[in-house]
């Protein structure tokens, strides 16, 4: 069986290679999609492409747009959608992404530390499965992927 899977959340740390190595090392027929991670070209795409604006609210919004045309597309394609929450930063895009996904009926795996569940009661009610470690996601996509 074959899935893609897109990787939406926090962009700090490496638990998105954690996962593709997994995926290699299992030899699992997953693809994998994901957002920009480089968050200066994710912040600044608006304005490269567009122009510059003196607004930042308009700056942003031109990016956020412009992203969110990569991330519906992907979720749209996706079998599943894997949401990283990290400990640093805000992810609310990765919250609209679980949104996205369960609107239109693709399941979603959470992944955060446990500090996170009481904060994230609402997003972890809707997955079908809460991680708190890459391995984890990958043992699930294991399990899926048995024939």
């Given at each position: 069986?074959?899935?893609?899977?897109?990787?939406?959340?926090?962009?700090?740390?490496?638990?998105?290679?954690?996962?593709?190595?997994?995926?290699?090392?299992?030899?699992?027929?997953?693809?994998?999609?994901?957002?920009?991670t480089?968050?200066?070209?994710?912040?600044?795409?608006?304005?490269?492409?567009?122009?510059?604006?003196?607004?930042?609210?308009?700056?942003?919004?031109?990016?956020?747009?412009?992203?969110?045309?990569?991330?519906?597309?992907?979720?749209?394609?996706?079998?599943i959608?894997?949401?990283?929450?990290?400990?640093?930063?805000?992810?609310?895009?990765?919250?609209?992404?679980?949104?996205?996904?369960?609107?239109?009926?693709?399941?979603?795996?959470?992944?955060?530390s446990?500090?996170?569940?009481?904060?994230?009661?609402?997003?972890?009610?809707?997955?079908?499965?809460?991680?708190?470690?890459?391995?984890?996601?990958?043992?699930?996509?294991?399990?899926?992927s048995?024939?």
């Amino acid at each position: 069986m074959s899935y893609t899977i897109y990787l939406s959340g926090e962009i700090h740390s490496d638990w998105r290679d954690r996962i593709k190595q997994g995926i290699a090392e299992n030899q699992l027929n997953i693809e994998v999609l994901t957002p920009i991670t480089d968050h200066d070209n994710s912040d600044n795409v608006g304005s490269d492409i567009l122009g510059t604006e003196p607004n930042n609210f308009w700056k942003d919004h031109k990016s956020a747009k412009i992203n969110a045309l990569r991330t519906n597309s992907y979720i749209s394609r996706s079998d599943i959608v894997v949401i990283r929450f990290g400990e640093k930063y805000k992810q609310w895009n990765a919250a609209f992404d679980a949104g996205i996904a369960t609107g239109l009926g693709i399941p979603i795996i959470t992944l955060h530390s446990p500090d996170l569940t009481h904060p994230l009661k609402e997003v972890d009610a809707a997955a079908l499965a809460v991680t708190e470690t890459p391995q984890q996601v990958v043992e699930i996509l294991k399990y899926i992927s048995q024939p």
